[in-house]
């Protein structure tokens, strides 16, 4: 059974992700800070849980000592703030770049030696949409998800030789654990007015691309940025 290994396991998109993995045979790691959370995703999708501070590199390298092998790594966990870029705080940079750029080469640095050990693997970075729209009043986060697209694409070019692969994902308006209180009321249906497909996503809806990333029917794909957003990055629409 082919080990994954998903960070931001405990909510939202990463469990998601574990349980679509789960259905796809693999034996699932469900890495997150809270180990409450990892735990109940662990027990729903019949995975192994970890508490792991993606941050901590240390830890990172503790908690891939643990896992003897791996093939899939799903970089899910990511956090925001959005204050403007005049306004952001030194801490608040700094929170959301250890999490969503420094936590990706913690994570890669510890599990792909275990990918090349086992000839091969995936790795699934978590982007966004706001990566590519540079939405205005969204601060560093924007940057931060720009910068994920670009590792992406670096450990693509540097790890293909091993036949390991490296894709990103760009959700678009996704209802989730962490955005709900975004989409209260009649607020999902105004969101979804914005959106070609006039719906917004659901965390399946993510799930569904990792599963076919993390699978062999995505073996020659690699260095790609897959938006999964209803065609919001298409372009802009008819008005």
Known sequence: MPVAAVTGAGQGLGRADCLRLAEDGFDV??????LDA???????????????????RAAVFAVADQIPECFALVNNAGIWNFPSILDVTEQQM??????????????????VPKMRAGGGGSIVNMSSGAAWTNSPDVGIYPATKAAVESLTKTLALELGVDNIRSNAIGPGLIVSDG???NF?????????????MKR????????????????????????QVIYVDGAITAGAMKR
């Open 29 to 34: 790691m469900c890495l997150d800070l809270n």
């Open 38 to 56: 990892a735990r109940e995703t662990a027990e729903l999708c019949g995975g192994t849980a970890f508490q792991l501070d993606v941050t901590d």
């Open 94 to 111: 700094q929170s959301v770049i250890e999490v969503n750029i420094k936590g990706i080469v913690w994570c890669c640095q510890a599990f």
């Open 179 to 181: 955005t709900a209180g």
């Open 184 to 196: 209260q009321g009649d607020r999902a249906n105004e969101r979804a007015q914005g959106v070609p």
């Open 200 to 223: 917004v996503g659901a965390p399946a809806d993510i799930a569904d691309v990792v599963s076919f990333l993390c699978s062999n029917d995505s073996r020659y794909v690699s260095g």
